[in-house]
């Protein structure tokens, strides 16, 4: 069996839409993370690269459908590197980085780029086409920049409810308070303001020219539970009793614009990349459910990665969750059954931000730091995704093998 191995994962800051990096377009930024990734090889080949796979849930805009194959011309990279988009919605860069360890499983590549790449600042409005030769009255315009469009009317409609309804459906059902939720989401603020101050992204992001972006733009380092609980609710009114709405902008994760990459590659990548790998695939897992209990669909794709992997929950010592909401978030973790001090510890998508086809790297690239700062040898990154889906993918820290951590005694 051929091993995947992560060696090297970077991603621009994240800016709030209609902010700091509202003015480059997506395929801009996904080139500029892949020249980035160059930059940190010096002495590689990139014609050795044997593909680029990002990730993208929008491709209606200026992605130009096929937003790999234009960020590899745009990056400068040969032109015979041949590149593929991946539309798993939210879930998009973590599945392109299971697509890619699959190649490099079967031998059909030793290095491959992946990540992902989302502007939702300027994500297109969409004019449908009628099929009437003739056609009177008006037509509606519909955004693509998050959720549900252009329904197809077959659809049941308890499946088409919107992404924060569905999360209050979620939260009802496991009884997740407003006050879990907020103080979930101030913890998220607090941590990624303090990995920032402390230097843990440094080597994890990357500057866009021409920006003055130095660090995630929607971070809200002053956040406080009692701060939180004064913000109105989006999506059902305040009210008494369980049917009340809780889902603020506080416990939501932002609007935003950001790219990410990283290199995956077998065991003969380290000499030709000049460098040593961060972490190992060690499993992988994708599950579904009912459309609108996507919040809660990573629970099970954790698992599988996990049974895949042949790791049990109590040697863990690392989970990266992205934080689409904070209702869903506490859910699976309440599901895992597992100490929540060890999810997110550099913060989470509440703060950083969530460009859709760019948070799985993101995961991806922070849990590896993660454990190779701490120590621990196992990891879990996880991610919901819209339409009720999920995907999880399990990195075992490769340094970890010879200096077992604490939590390695199960092993």
């Known amino acids: 069996m051929i091993h995947a191995f992560i060696y090297d994962a970077i991603r621009t800051p994240f800016g709030r839409s209609g902010g700091a990096l509202a003015g480059l377009r997506p395929d801009d930024l996904a080139a500029h993370v892949i020249q980035a990734s160059l930059s940190r090889v010096p002495t590689f080949d990139p014609a050795l690269i044997d593909e680029v796979i990002l990730g993208n849930a929008n491709g209606a805009g200026e992605e130009n459908r096929n937003v790999a194959r234009m960020a590899t011309l745009l990056s400068g990279l040969p032109t015979s590197i041949p590149g593929t988009t991946v539309n798993r919605l939210c879930g998009s860069s973590l599945d392109a ?33 009628t099929s009437e030769s003739k056609s009177a009255g008006d037509r509606q315009l519909a955004s693509t920049a998050l959720g549900w469009r252009l329904v197809n009317p077959k659809m ?158 109590s040697q863990v010592g690392a989970v990266e969750i992205n934080e689409a909401f904070a209702a ?44 190779q700062a701490s120590g621990e040898r196992w990891g879990v990154a996880a991610i919901c995704i819209g339409v009720g889906q999920g995907l999880a993918v399990v990195l075992e820290n490769v340094s970890a093998r010879q200096t077992p951590a604490k939590r390695m005694s199960a092993c």
């Open 328 to 371: 869903q978030s506490l859910a699976c973790i309440d599901a895992w059954d597992i100490d929540p001090m060890i999810v997110n510890q550099h913060g989470g998508a509440l703060a950083i931000g969530h460009p859709l086809g760019a948070s799985g790297t993101r995961l991806l690239g922070t849990l590896a730091r993660s454990l």
């Open 97 to 129: 980085a299971i697509i890619a360890a699959r190649q490099i499983g079967v031998g059909d590549a030793d290095v491959v780029l992946v990540g992902g790449t989302e502007s939702m600042s300027r994500a297109p409005w969409v004019l449908p086409k």
């Open 156 to 313: 049941p409609s308890e499946w088409t409810v919107s992404l924060g309804e569905a999360t209050e459906q979620l939260r009802e059902k496991y009884d997740i308070s407003r006050e879990r939720q907020d103080a979930f989401a101030a913890r998220s603020h607090q941590l990624a303001d303090s990995a920032w101050n402390n230097g843990f992204f440094d080597d994890l992001v990357t500057t866009v020219p021409g920006t003055e972006l130095t660090r995630d733009e929607s971070i809200r380092p002053g956040s406080t539970v009692e701060r939180l609980a004064t913000l109105g609710t989006v999506f059902r009114p305040v009210g008494p009793g369980p049917s009340a709405g809780t889902i603020t902008a506080g416990n939501a994760s932002p609007l935003t614009d950001g790219a990410s990459a990283a290199f995956l590659g077998s065991e003969a990548a380290s000499d030709m990349l000049g460098m040593s790998p961060l972490a190992r695939i060690a499993g992988r897992g994708a599950a579904a459910i009912d459309p609108q209990l996507f919040g809660f669909a990573p629970v099970e794709a954790a698992n599988r990665a996990l049974s895949q992997a042949g790791v049990a929950w």
